[in-house]
């Protein structure tokens, strides 16, 4: 199934944190947080200022954001738990060679 989200809403899949410290520690799912990291998999059109002229959004497919804790609402798509939020709740894209470590 294609979801195509509306206006200035973006689809993000989380990405997984390491399961060990730099240390070398196994950290357990019980103690795990959920990761504040995910990839953009689907965009809306943009916001509407007052006049009705469309604002296009700043993120696109495959950028690699950071979100707030509670940031968006959890849905589950095609078996997959993914989250819709505001581009509002976005609060950066991550560039260069940190978000290449985190696809391999």
């Not at 899949?13 to 990291?37: L, V």
């Amino acid at each position: 199934m294609k979801f195509r989200p509306l206006h200035d809403r973006v689809v993000v899949r989380r990405i997984e944190a390491d399961e060990r410290t730099k240390s070398g520690i196994i950290i357990p799912d019980t103690a795990k947080e959920k990761p504040a990291e995910g990839e953009v998999i689907a965009v809306g059109s943009g916001g509407r200022d007052e006049a009705g002229k469309l604002i296009p959004i700043d993120i696109k497919v495959g950028d690699h954001i950071l979100f707030g804790k509670w940031s968006g609402t959890e849905v589950k798509i095609d078996g997959e738990d993914l989250i819709i939020m505001k581009e509002s709740d976005v609060l950066g894209v991550i560039e260069g060679s940190a978000s290449k470590k985190k696809a391999a």
